[in-house]
């Protein structure tokens, strides 16, 4: 295992910043998922942190020493690629076996290595298979089985699943958290899919424009975003996110007048904030319903998506131009045209101030969440 930390790091190439002050520190054993959306520098720190890439300033340390100066080969890392980066031209054993033999390996080690990682990802069956005769699935496997079988202290997974349909990407989250359960090694595993980074990781980093937004475990970003990107990167069907201004300042909630005129609470500590001042409310789709609370928002049904158990619907909401969604049980009977009153309890709101700063969100007593 290793533990890796990254201090102020930063990457550009000429004159485009793509990681700016990155610090970071990843301990021993841990599943890091580093989440954003395309372009914003994920596969770039992880090539940094691989030794592909030299950092423009600052440090890389695994184990307590600098990185810097050793080569890839030399750091212990393993990374496993998109792309899947095998040889085509050998079987599955081989291309296991390549990087030992490439490192002068005995023989006799090598096999020994190739039969452990294949039983442990179930593709002893495979290993005469050349790449082409496999799925997109068992060259996976195939790729994390090259890596497994350096026993590295530190793997890099460079959006693995990208490349799986959807029944896959579902069934190899599975063996990624098997695996890491299994081989109790550090990853570090980079995905713009937040529905893996929910559910593989030990922490999430989101990243957002080469920048760190916020760092916390998968409910603490979830449940108790930082500010608007996240609020809205995190959560399928992604949060609900109204404007308004600030109605009235009570010590257990703030009141906030929405654009429809709609007057709503949310269980927050105004702090510094002053009646009038812009406001941008948060509501989970899941947080509404057609119960009764005193929050209501008045809407008008404009799309349905069934999906079996449960529905989203998208409704129209006057004075708000993006549509509202609700996640309602799959019995309800909605459909388009219909008006209804959403419903959210007043702790389950979220609301950020003008420069998108989320404000405390409060549980039952005041205290802060």
Not at 47 to 63: F, H, K, Q, T, Y
């Amino acid at each position: 295992m290793a533990n890796v930390e990254l201090k102020g790091l930063e990457k550009r190439f000429g004159t485009q910043r793509v990681l700016t002050g990155i610090d970071l520190t990843i301990q021993d054993g841990e599943f890091l998922v580093i989440v954003g959306p395309s372009g914003c520098g994920k596969s770039t720190l992880l090539r940094v942190i691989a030794g592909l890439e030299p950092p423009s300033a600052g440090d890389v340390c695994i184990d307590g020493r600098s990185a810097l100066n050793d080569p890839p080969a030399q750091r212990g890392v393993a990374m496993v690629f998109q792309s899947y980066a095998l040889y085509p031209h050998l079987n599955v054993r081989d291309n296991m076996a390549f990087g030992l033999r490439m490192a002068g390996m005995p023989e006799v080690e090598i096999r020994a290595a190739v039969a452990r990682a294949a039983q442990l990802l179930g593709i002893e069956g495979l290993l005469d298979h050349r790449p082409r005769a496999l799925s997109g699935g068992q060259r996976q496997r195939v790729a994390i089985g090259r890596a497994i079988v350096r026993q590295p202290r530190l793997f890099l997974l460079d959006e693995p699943l990208s490349n799986l349909d959807a029944g896959l990407r579902v069934h190899m989250r599975h063996e990624f958290a098997r695996l890491h359960r299994e081989l109790a090694t550090t990853m570090i595993y980079v995905t713009h899919d937040q529905v893996e980074a929910m559910t593989l990781a030990d922490r999430i980093v989101v990243l957002n424009g080469g920048r760190i937004e916020q760092i916390g475990t998968p409910l603490e970003v979830y449940h108790a975003p930082c500010n608007l990107f996240v609020a809205g990167f995190l959560g399928s069907p992604r949060m609900n996110l109204i404007g308004g201004e600030i109605a009235a300042i009570g010590k257990a909630a703030v009141k906030v007048r929405l654009a429809s005129g709609a007057l709503v609470s949310a269980a927050v500590d105004a702090g510094a904030a002053r009646i009038g001042d812009a406001v941008t409310l948060g509501i989970r789709p899941e947080s509404l319903g057609n119960g009764r609370s005193a929050n209501a928002l008045p809407v008008t049904v404009d799309v349905v998506e069934r999906l079996g158990s449960s529905q989203s619907v998208y409704a129209l909401m006057a004075g708000v131009e993006t549509a509202v969604c609700a996640l309602l049980p799959g019995g309800d009977p909605v459909q388009h045209g219909d008006t209804l009153t959403l419903h959210f309890a007043t702790a389950e709101a979220h609301l950020f101030d003008a420069g998108g700063q989320a404000f405390v969100r409060l549980k039952p007593g005041g205290r802060s969440i």
